[in-house]
């Protein structure tokens, strides 16, 4: 046994799982029930910036939609049309179409069980609120959910997928339900080394998951300001760092508030996909761009996954993302 990578052990134990494991059962797909509204601040532009809602018909997938540019264009929310994921996932297809910080919010619709829906935005960010999920969690049960006359979709796993790059892996494995696996490790003792394993059923995430915020280290936010980003970054919409040091003068929601951020992200970016996982997610010291990246990998290889239930979600252009997924 010595020598055996526990992540292979993880990945075999989790095939024969797979191979002895019934269909997945299919919920249907959801909607929400009416349309609602809220007005944040963008996390880089600091701008005010007014965020909606709507119910969307069945295999119509996560919208977004930027009502101040010209003829209203619509950018769907998938893997594939992520163009940036430097400090927060970015959708669009140019310079000028596109919509950045989407994660909280997708992660927000993850754990509501929303399928569809059109998301207006009149700016060029989803507003950061407080840097949580939990303020798109209560938008989204202020909505009300329908439920649609078609099946969810589920991706799942067949074989073990892995990117890794400087020390920095993501993953995914066979495994009979959604759960994702990460592990952070920072300089700061105010974070050091957290571990999070959670497996996302059953309101799992909205209970334990969707209150963590986003954080950064006063360092950073100095920098970026110099470039113009993180414009609207405060102690409202952040756990902020300085050293070993937590800025923030109610401290933190839980005490392993970062790792459970990452989860939250992790989520967030694998919604993308365009349906659930029945497979388990694990990240080393992982982020926007390598969950990214190993969405891109994972869709390159068809003998690594199988839908099931709803169309919605069928990847697209899966060989030019093989191209986009070398070349990163
Ligand atoms: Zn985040």
Redesign the pocket.
């Known amino acids: 046994m010595n020598q055996i990578d526990s992540r292979t052990i993880l990945g075999v134990r989790k095939l024969e799982t797979k191979l002895s494991g019934a269909a997945p059962k299919l919920r249907k797909q959801r909607t929400l029930q009416r349309v609602v509204n809220c007005v944040g601040v963008g996390l880089h532009s600091g701008r005010s910036l007014s965020l909606t809602l709507k119910p969307a018909a069945a295999n119509s997938g996560i919208v977004f939609r930027r009502t101040d540019l010209p003829g209203s264009p619509d950018i769907p929310a998938r893997w594939d049309h992520v163009v940036e994921t430097a400090m927060?996932t970015t959708l669009g297809f140019d310079k000028v179409v596109r919509v950045a910080t989407v994660?909280?919010l997708m992660a927000a619709f993850a754990g509501c069980h929303i399928d569809n829906a059109i998301v207006e935005v009149n700016g060029p960010e989803v507003p950061v609120m407080d840097?949580s999920a939990q303020p798109f969690v209560f938008l989204i049960e202020c909505a009300g959910t329908v439920e649609q006359d078609q099946p969810q979709t589920i991706i799942e796993i067949l074989k073990p997928v892995c990117v890794e790059s400087e020390g920095r892996i993501a993953e995914l494995v066979p495994s009979d339900t959604f759960t994702v696996d990460f592990e952070i490790e920072f300089a700061s003792v105010a974070i050091a080394r957290q571990r999070m394993k959670v497996e996302l059923v059953n309101g799992t995430f909205n209970r334990e998951i969707a209150r963590a915020r986003?954080f950064g280290f006063v360092e950073e936010v100095e920098k970026l300001r110099q470039l113009g980003l993180a414009l609207g970054g405060s102690l409202d919409n952040a756990v902020v760092v300085e050293g070993d040091k937590i800025l923030n003068d109610d401290g933190l929601r839980y005490d392993d508030e970062f790792v459970r951020?990452k989860v939250?992200?992790a989520v967030?970016d694998l919604t993308l996909a365009g349906g659930e996982f029945r497979g388990a997610y694990r990240g080393l010291r992982s982020g926007h761009q390598m969950t990214n990246l190993l969405l891109r990998t994972l869709f390159a290889d068809p003998s690594a996954w199988r839908l099931h239930g709803g169309a919605a979600a069928m990847p697209a252009r899966p060989m030019a993302a093989a191209k986009v997924a070398r070349r990163a």
């Open positions: 927060c994660e909280h840097g986003t951020h939250l992200d967030g």
